[in-house]
């Protein structure tokens, strides 16, 4: 086996695992025996968590809650309202679509962890939500839609399917002339960064006229170490663009100094701070939402004007009728006829003549 296929079949899955990494607590222990949903720990994620600190920010992406249990404000069937499931076109299982000319492509439910957080959840871990993810119906459904030019390939989590099934889609995509663009959706730069091999990297690199970009998903500055910087260099090395889609997530990165710092760390290691989505209300994640205000906060207090403008991510809200972008409204004050008034982070003011 390579190195990162010994980390998932090492993968932490039972109580006596964990133990091993953190001095499990009994709400932790009442989770995991009591709830029945599915967990796993690759031992590089695992290894980062604080032994002793039940809010450790990685230990709450990862250890079942008895809080998923809550839903106050979580959506009913969520993934299928989000992603159009229920109304509009015919579609294979494996297509998501809330767009005109992209389209989100569902390749394998499994992970290389389970995100307590993820809206994807009722597919990936509370198994509440059955798809057939059929790949060569997506690749039918992608040819006969002309307007399709952009294909987000996601899950689950793609690069943990083997590397001759990720060249195979890219392949198969390639060869649909409409296609313009292929992105992937993983979080294995994060969680399991062994995945990102020399033989991937081959498979993704290379010029094209239909190029690769992937979208990696850090939450927490913690989360960025020193295999993670190496796996994003590989990939930039070979022409691959690596954006970042963090979670605003409650008690994890909803403070200014945690959310400046993950954005900093990030650029320092190749990665671009690209969204910050609001924790979407999926059922059981009560506990990780924040008021949607928050966000645009963090923008204005944390990263703008504060530190280099590519550490700047755009906020927003996903929703069934796309991504809603959320600004901080302080920077326009007001509008006259004769200009109009801006205010900075500082709080200074200036202005602009209005031109008719």
């Known amino acids: 086996m390579e190195a990162w296929q010994e980390q ?35 031992p590089h994620y695992a290894s980062l968590m604080d032994r002793d600190d039940p809010a450790c920010p990685v230990r709450r992406q990862s250890v079942p809650s008895l809080l998923e249990s809550v839903n106050k404000y979580g959506i009913p069937n969520y993934l299928e309202w989000k992603e159009n499931r229920l109304i509009g076109e015919k579609r294979p299982d494996c297509i998501a679509r809330q767009y005109h000319d992209r389209i989100a492509f569902c390749v394998t439910q499994v992970c290389s962890i389970y995100c307590r957080h993820c809206f994807r959840k009722e597919l990936t871990i509370d198994d509440s939500l059955s798809l057939h993810l059929d790949l060569e119906e997506g690749f039918a459904w992608i040819a006969d839609h002309p307007e399709i030019r952009d294909v987000l390939i996601t899950g689950g989590d793609p690069f943990i399917l083997t590397d001759d099934k990720i060249e195979y889609i890219i392949r198969r995509l390639r060869e649909i002339s409409h296609v313009e663009m292929i992105r ?30 992937v979208n990696t ?52 290691i190749r990665v671009r701070p690209y969204y910050l989505f609001y924790c979407e209300p999926a059922p059981g994640l009560d506990h990780f939402r924040t008021p949607v205000e928050k966000g645009a906060e963090l923008i204005r207090d944390a990263v703008r004007g504060h530190t280099t403008g590519m550490a700047q991510p755009m906020y927003v809200v996903a929703t069934n009728i796309g991504k809603i972008p959320i600004s901080p409204d ?3 004050v007001e509008k006259n006829k004769a200009e109009y008034i801006f205010r900075n982070y500082k709080g200074e003011q200036t202005t602009l003549p209005n031109i008719p």
């Not at 006596?16 to 607590?25: F, G, M, P």
């Not at 992937?184 to 094209?208: A, M, N, Q, W, Y």
């Not at 960025?224 to 979670?247: F, K």
């Open 330 to 332: 302080y920077y326009f």
């Open 217 to 268: 998903h850090f939450n927490h500055p913690r989360e960025i170490t020193e295999d993670s910087a190496r796996a994003a260099y590989r990939l930039t090395q070979c022409g691959i663009p690596v954006n970042n889609q963090s979670v605003l997530l409650r008690g994890i990165n909803d403070d200014a100094p945690t959310f400046r710092k993950l954005c900093q760390k990030l650029l320092a």
């Open 8 to 42: 998932l079949h090492n993968a932490v899955r039972t109580l006596e695992q964990l133990r091993r990494y953190i001095n499990v607590t009994e709400e932790e222990e009442r989770a995991i025996k009591e709830l029945g949903r599915r967990w796993q720990i690759p």
């Open 184 to 213: 992937f959706g993983t979080r294995t730069l994060v969680t399991l960064p062994d995945r990102i091999t020399e033989k991937l990297c081959r498979i993704l690199s290379g010029f094209h006229s239909v190029p690769i970009w």
